[in-house]
């Protein structure tokens, strides 16, 4: 079988669908599968309408050659993906990590409420409503969809995509050589805590600096340390110097390799989201042995068992939050037994069963 894969990202880049592309160009020709990559940084040096439109016509010229193509979201390569396909007489699966809509409606068009709430509000802004067609006619239009969590199966089919044509393949830790430590992060104190996402509104940051601030009259040398970029890097670095001076400070975007780094010396990994498909952050740190507090949010609780290989506490209850992170950073002891149990059920979210689950997807449709 011959694949194109369509994806939005791809290394150096960073994020979940250059890891994944990354993963499947590597694991698929083992089974059977010859894959080409189709980089969608191909076309991003032009105006936003133009750069689909020269994406399209790349896939309709690499696509004849493959029997199949597999696109890593709904919308950028995702509908040029899907249209070509339809020209072509190719089927095309679609991978989706999230609610694309909702996303840009938070980021750009004053969008506020939970995605629980967005995906059965019929009214919304204009544009909003554009990318939320688009995203469900892709679906609707796949050979399948791929989701990496029950969740997103859940978000999917409300959108009216039937269930049984949605596949759950969670996405795999791709062990690698840890990259360098940062200047700044080796210079900042212990026990330290690490959170690493991209900066918008749901990734829940300002949070994490606030609870460190009450952290911090229990355990005065802790530090906290942010990696990633994003619309809300200038604020949050101003306000984490306002709120926590000296103890903390943002690193801006990192490679994978220092990410992982960053992730191993942390005493304590948080994810404060109000949303998330399926973390790999989260997955990484699990990999990696680390004791984690993470929101009882989307799919985090089919990653974090609570009280076993991690802590989860409610989306937007600052004391909780505050109070775990705490606990854990007076507590080594505890910090280990999780830490432990976060190796052993990393194991599940291995290469080599998402490559066969996806390959079984792409060959037979199961």
């Given at each position: ?7 939005p990202?791809?290394?150096p ?12 160009e ?11 990559i ?7 040096k ?23 193509i597999l ?9 040029p993906a899907?249209?070509a396909?339809?020209l ?14 909702w ?13 629980d709430?967005?995906v ?29 969590s ?7 089919t409300i ?5 049984e ?13 840890l990259?360098a ?13 690490v ?7 749901w990734k ?17 040398d802790?530090?906290?340390?942010i ?7 200038d604020?949050?670095?101003r ?51 680390k ?16 009280g076993?290989?991690g ?13 775990a992170?705490?606990h ?16 052993e ?6 290469v080599?069963?998402?490559?066969s689950?996806?390959?079984a997807?792409?060959t037979?449709g199961?």
């Open positions: 079988m011959r694949l194109l894969v369509a994806t990202l791809y290394p880049e960073p994020g979940g669908p250059a890891t994944y592309a990354k993963i499947l590597d694991a698929l020709p083992g089974q059977g599968i010859q894959t080409a189709l980089k969608f940084s191909e076309v991003r032009f105006p936003k309408v133009l750069r689909h439109l020269a994406y399209f016509s790349l896939i309709l010229r690499a696509g004849k050659d493959a029997d199949a696109a890593l979201d709904p919308v950028s390569t995702g509908l899907v249209l396909g339809r072509l007489k190719k089927p095309v699966y679609v991978k989706i990590v999230g609610d694309y809509a996303e840009q409606g938070c980021q750009r068009y004053g969008v506020r409420i939970p995605l709430e967005f059965r509000t019929r009214h919304v802004p204009t544009m909003v409503g554009v990318f939320r067609r688009v995203q469900t006619f892709v679906a609707k239009n796949a050979a399948r969809v791929i989701v990496p029950e969740y997103l199966r859940k978000i999917v959108w009216g995509i039937a269930p044509h949605v596949t759950v393949i969670y996405n795999a830790m791709q062990h690698e050589t990259g430590l940062p200047g700044a992060a080796a210079s900042m104190g212990r026990p330290r805590v959170s690493v996402g991209r900066l918008v509104p829940g940051m300002p949070g994490v600096i606030e609870a460190m601030v009450k952290v911090r009259e229990d355990v005065p802790a530090s906290l340390l990696a990633g970029d994003g619309p809300e890097y604020a949050l670095e306000y984490a110097h306002v709120r926590l001076g000296e103890h903390g400070a943002l690193l801006g975007r990192l490679s994978h390799a220092d990410t992982l780094a960053l992730i191993d010396d942390a005493d304590v990994f948080v994810l404060n989201s109000t949303y998330e498909g399926l973390s790999h952050l989260l997955i990484e740190a699990l990999a990696l042995g004791a984690v507090v993470a929101t009882d949010v989307g799919g985090n609780p089919e990653l974090i068992e609570d076993k290989n802590l989860l506490v409610p989306v937007g209850d600052r004391e909780a939050l505050q109070g992170l705490a854990l950073l007076k507590t080594p002891e505890h910090r280990a037994i999780l830490g432990r149990a976060a190796l059920s990393a194991k599940r979210f291995s080599e069963a998402m490559v689950r996806t390959a997807v792409l037979d199961s």
